[in-house]
């Protein structure tokens, strides 16, 4: 071979290799950047265009992806969407996704690793890809029973069934209608976006778990007495002081009951009389006398201040370890600093109701390939022991008290012994308080434990308190799990 063929022989194998080299780099290390690029139409199409699979509540598929003559061929379509919409959240072109239909998008869409053989199966086949279904833990029942209780209030409530951790119902309201935000008319699915944002009662915040956490008011006063009581010190028999007013430490400010009432004539009263009529002066002091730092540790072994995804992401609740008497005293009636969740407070009483094991809650229950075959299975799994059987034992009775004869008359279920706490917490002056209810029935085989927060007294205004507004919505989640 003469010089010039050799030279153009080796510039055309230089020219081959580095031809192969750039196609290698591409379709391996730069694919997975590619892919994601917003600008590359044929990844929308992809993503998109797949028949994802159906999102399901006992047995109904509640999100399904119906076919469509545009170039995306599928459209997701959400069945009672406003009813759903807090958990499904949205598959939507212009708006991306949230909740389930992201946390759960790998399955839906059909490329988790665990669904290699159904991949394979269709290359082999030629059938057309199908996502996963996707089965919650939800009641039907008892999610419309929540969410038809709650009304046109601003508010949450969660159900949990305490001896799993399956979650029965969450919902928030207002809610909103996903479908208009999955439509592939890009336009009107941003404007639809846009419109969510600005509304009145910012409708895309889930209030159960995410967007805003509240003072506890009330509720709370549970864990102070745990604290108390695991403490060693107390029981719900010890007797404690019980001032008309309590002046703050540190400080020339009274903190005063509900009312401006006395608790006790004596000026003392058991640890269990205190919850009853959720004495406000008696755990103030009990709160200061036990510490930040107990207070705390208490509310960290029911679940505060931990990141917990259900799979939903849940905002952490929190209590400051580190206040100072004053703070302390105000956070031991679930004031100062103390931020919940809903999904907390149900924690609380779930805790209490399943012998003081905290089990992990869930919403995704079974996850089926498109044969139908099991591809994952939630158990129930134990998230920790927040107290002792018997501290629960004695929680337990004197939840059982505040719904008997105490400030939570409002849950009695005739012929069904219910525990519960009820809350009102300020937030501040001339607005209207939260009003919270938390509890468990039946009170000697829980089956559902619930937590509701009413935001700002609802349609009773300032005029409201747990027991008038919440225990009345607790009432009727628990019986749409007791009495089906």
């Known amino acids: 071979m003469n010089e010039p063929l050799r030279k153009l022989s080796g510039v055309v194998v230089i020219m081959i290799v580095t031809l192969m080299a750039a196609t290698a780099y591409i379709q391996t290390i730069q694919a997975p950047a590619l892919n994601a690029d917003g600008r590359n139409v044929r990844t929308i199409y992809r993503e998109y265009g797949k028949n994802r699979g159906p999102i399901v509540v006992a047995g109904t598929s509640i999100v399904t992806s119906v076919p469509v003559r545009d170039p995306f061929k599928y459209q997701r379509s959400y069945v009672s969407g406003t009813l759903y919409g807090h958990v499904t959240g949205f598959f939507s072109i212009a708006n991306g996704s949230t909740e389930i239909e992201s946390k759960e998008n790998a399955f839906l869409n059909g490329t988790a690793p665990a669904l290699w053989l159904d991949r394979l199966s269709g290359l082999l086949t030629g059938a057309e890809p199908q996502g996963s279904s996707v089965e919650l833990t939800l009641d039907p029942a008892v999610q419309k029973t929540a969410y038809d209780a709650l009304g046109n209030q601003r508010g949450a409530v969660v159900a949990i069934e305490p001896s799993t951790g399956k979650i029965l119902a969450l919902v928030s309201t207002p809610g909103y209608d996903p479908n208009a935000l999955a439509s592939h008319n890009t336009s009107s699915a941003a404007k639809a976006y846009q419109g969510l944002l600005k509304a009145d009662g910012s409708p895309l915040e889930n209030r159960a778990i995410r967007g805003r956490t509240y003072p506890p008011g009330s509720t709370f006063k549970l864990v102070t007495s745990a604290a108390a009581l695991e403490s060693g010190d107390y029981t719900k028999d010890s007797v404690i002081p019980a001032p008309h007013r309590y002046q703050?430490?540190?400080?020339?400010?009274?903190?005063?009951?509900?009312?401006?009432?006395?608790?006790?004539?004596?000026?003392?009263?058991?640890?269990?009389?205190?919850?009853?009529?959720?004495?406000?002066?008696?755990?103030?002091?009990?709160?200061?006398?036990?510490?930040?730092?107990?207070?705390?540790?208490?509310?960290?072994?029911?679940?505060?201040?931990?990141?917990?995804?259900?799979?939903?992401?849940?905002?952490?609740?929190?209590?400051?370890?580190?206040?100072?008497?004053?703070?302390?005293?105000?956070?031991?009636i679930g004031q100062g600093n103390d931020r919940a969740t809903p999904l907390q407070i149900a924690m609380v009483s779930a805790a209490i109701a399943n012998r003081g094991e905290l089990m992990k809650p869930y919403v995704v229950q079974t996850i089926r390939g498109a044969n139908l075959d099991v591809v994952q299975d939630t158990k129930p799994n134990q998230l920790r022991r927040s107290v002792s059987p018997q501290t629960a034992a004695q929680l337990t009775d004197m939840m059982i008290d505040v719904v008997d004869r105490g400030s939570g008359t409002g849950a009695q279920i005739s012929g069904i012994d219910v525990a519960g706490k009820t809350g009102t917490a300020e937030t501040s002056k001339n607005v209207p308080p939260h009003a919270w209810f938390t509890g468990f029935a039946p009170a000697n085989d829980p089956k559902v434990a619930v937590a509701v927060i009413v935001e700002q007294g609802g349609s009773l205004g300032s005029e409201a308190t747990g027991g008038k507004i919440a225990a009345p919505i607790a009432k009727a989640v628990m019986e749409a799990v007791l009495r089906p």
């Open 248 to 332: 703050l430490p540190q400080s020339k400010s009274f903190l005063r009951n509900y009312g401006d009432v006395r608790c006790s004539p004596s000026g003392q009263m058991t640890l269990a009389e205190a919850l009853t009529v959720s004495c406000n002066t008696a755990y103030a002091e009990l709160g200061v006398r036990l510490g930040a730092e107990k207070l705390a540790e208490q509310a960290e072994a029911f679940g505060f201040d931990t990141p917990l995804s259900i799979p939903l992401t849940v905002a952490p609740s929190h209590v400051d370890a580190d206040a100072n008497p004053p703070m302390t005293a105000l956070a031991a």
